[in-house]
């Protein structure tokens, strides 16, 4: 099956420091990618639409310039958290599509992040 | 505004029984669906999915079934086994939206010995 990882699985920073995850796909090469946010017993939230080679879409109110998303190469998708505040503390979680017989996202295992 | 409805927060079921969770959608644009499986502090897990020209799909233990008259779908796991218990999310995509999923908010699987 398709393997999405995440690095760091959990980082703790200080309030106004930058953090970047990284998503890659393991044994795939994934044009797109998607970058979800989930808060405590909700649901996962779409941030933005990372495409390879271009600018990531991002969802109504989500701030492009406080989340950056560079999708530099068909495995690698990073997003950087700019000038963390507490508020931004949550659950990252990347994904990649697939396209073969039928289509769908595989998930990486997420990246918690806390700031403080 | 909520387009994809899980009412159930929770479900409980015997081990051996069937496990039915629900989930009803608004947006009639929605062509694909999909169950994921998510533990706590880790990534969804793709389960099963099914396309709109179709009305039941089955994979092993679990069967999604659809019913696009009444904007509702459903998973179904028979037997139930314990390491099924965690959080069920169905989500939804228009084809020619890039992909992009819409989840429902979840519900928690748990299955007792």
């Known amino acids: 099956g398709a393997v999405v990882s995440q690095h760091p699985s959990w980082v703790i920073c200080k309030s106004g420091t930058s953090v970047k995850i990284e998503c890659r796909s393991l044994?795939?090469?994934?044009?797109?990618m998607f970058w979800y946010r989930q808060f405590p017993k909700q649901s996962l939230m779409l941030m933005a639409t990372s495409n390879e080679g271009s600018k990531a879409t991002y969802e109504q109110g989500v701030e492009k310039d406080k989340f950056l998303i560079n999708h530099a190469s068909l495995t690698l998708s990073t997003l950087t958290v700019t000038s963390a505040h507490p508020e931004d503390s949550s659950f990252y979680i990347c994904?990649?599509?697939?396209?073969?017989?039928?289509?769908?996202?595989?998930f990486g295992p997420g990246t918690r992040l806390l700031v403080l | 505004d909520q387009q994809v409805k899980q009412n159930s927060p929770s479900l409980s079921v015997q081990e051996g029984r069937i496990s039915i969770l629900n989930c009803d959608y608004t947006?009639?644009?929605?062509?694909?669906f999909l169950w994921y499986k998510k533990y706590p502090a880790e990534g969804p897990t793709f389960l099963i999915s099914i396309s709109s020209i179709k009305d039941k799909n089955e994979d092993g233990r679990f069967t999604v079934f659809l019913n696009k008259s009444a904007k509702h779908l459903s998973l179904h796991i028979v037997p139930s086994q314990p390491g099924d218990s965690a959080v069920y999310f169905c989500a939804a995509t228009n084809t020619g939206t890039a992909s992009k999923l819409t989840f429902g908010t979840g519900t928690r699987l748990q299955v007792t010995l």
């Open positions: 994904s990649a599509r697939v396209t073969t017989t039928q289509e769908t996202q595989y």
């Open positions: 947006n009639s644009m929605f062509d694909y």
């Open positions: 044994d795939f090469q994934a044009t797109t």
